[in-house]
């Protein structure tokens, strides 16, 4: 700190001719003991720690709304491809019991039913298609754009990407404890209160201050009075250095209430890692259980049970073209193909849910 100014200036006209007046420049310097600038580096740095591993953690959160919208948007599209196939089987045995009726192979009651059915499947298509449209624009809001203005025309890649390195539930676990964002954010909160409990220490040495100045007090001539005599001290100019230190007595720092507060912030700092540490384990067993038996569903449907509503479905209709089966068998199984085959599409984006939940428990980015 830069000190200037009037030291002494004589205001008494008595002592005037006796007095100059007397300039002052000193220069302070504060002495800033027990590394406290360190301090406060470490502190800041360690806050901007946390920040940034608060902000990943958003992040990684948008990753997981993403990825869900992702897998409703596939099966409602897949789901819509599978009824408008079904809506096309539907039209051609419409148009084969139209033949079949005008040369008496059946009657019109029955060309009616298969005409009722396919109008009400239809209608249940409308709502399919609006349906997929609502969930493409759902995933605008984990995009922060429109869908459109993203991907365009452009349809979603809606095939399940093999992944890899999923199986090993334990090595799973010691990677959430090295990469995970809530544990990675409780090791940068915990860095930051201990960097506040050393600030907060440091903060009770005091603080010297160095001051060191000069003093400027011009010459003072002679006065004489009418009679000739010298009526002041006549004095030289003077220029002196002057060298102080100032040690704060530091009386109001007898208690201890900061250093104590500090403390405990570091100690909750340190169980909240341990919960953050728990809580991992517990999420990633958890998750890889769900993601085993999603895993393990969606194979059931796609090798077996697909593939037998498929073959059903596809005897019927030729049993149904020879007369060999009714109308209500046919719808009856095409029904049931297409319940199953809806099922399969659940199963594989409850798979795909289940895989990014994982992968995000585990501290990984989604594939």
């Known amino acids: 700190m ?5 030291d002494s200036k004589e205001l008494s006209k008595a002592n005037k001719p006796n007095a100059a007046t007397a300039t002052t420049m000193s220069v302070a310097l504060t002495i800033e003991t027990a590394g406290k600038r360190g301090q406060r580096i470490r502190a800041a740095q360690a806050a901007v720690k946390v920040g940034e591993a608060t902000l990943e953690g958003g992040r990684r959160q948008l990753y997981a709304d993403a990825a869900a919208a992702y897998a409703d948007t596939c099966r409602a599209r897949n789901a819509l491809v599978r009824q408008e196939a079904t809506l096309r089987a539907l039209g051609d045995i419409v148009n084969a ?5 005008k040369v008496g192979d059946i009657g019109g009651l029955e060309l009616s039913q298969s ?5 009400r499947y239809e209608a ?13 624009e759902s995933l605008s809001i984990p995009l922060g754009r429109r869908y459109s203005e993203v991907f365009g025309n452009a349809e979603l ?13 334990d090595q799973l676990v010691r990677q959430a404890q090295d990469a995970r964002d809530d544990i990675r954010i409780a090791h940068a909160a915990l860095d930051a209160t201990r960097a506040s409990a050393d600030l907060a220490q440091a903060n009770r040495w005091v603080d010297p201050v160095l001051n060191v100045g000069l003093k400027n007090t011009p010459s003072v001539h002679a006065l004489t009075d009418a009679g000739g005599n010298v009526t002041n001290s006549p004095a030289q100019r003077s220029l002196s250095l002057g060298l102080t230190v100032s040690v704060p007595i530091p009386l109001s720092r007898t208690q201890r209430g900061e250093v104590l507060q500090a403390q405990s912030a570091v100690t909750q700092a340190m169980l909240a890692l341990r919960s953050a540490e728990l809580r991992a ?3 990633v067993r958890r998750v890889h259980a769900q993601f085993r038996a999603a895993q393990l569903n969606e194979q059931r449907y796609r090798e077996s049970v697909l593939v037998q509503s498929d073959k059903v479905v596809e005897g019927m209709r030729l049993s149904y073209k020879k007369g060999a089966a009714s109308l209500l068998e046919l719808l009856s ?3 049931s193909a297409d319940e199953v085959y809806l099922a399969w599409l ?5 798979l795909a849910t289940a895989t990014v939940q994982l992968q995000l428990a585990v501290g990984a980015s989604p594939d």
């Open 2 to 6: 830069l000190t200037a100014g009037i």
């Open 97 to 101: 019991n139209t033949v079949r009726r």
């Open 115 to 119: 005409q009722v059915e396919r109008d």
């Open 124 to 136: 249940d298509v409308v709502p399919a298609r609006a349906q997929v449209q609502t969930a493409a």
């Open 157 to 169: 890649a809606c095939d399940a990407p093999a992944v890899n390195g999923l199986d090993d539930v």
């Open 281 to 283: 384990q517990t999420d």
């Open 333 to 335: 199984a095409q029904r």
């Open 346 to 350: 659940q199963a594989s984006a409850d």
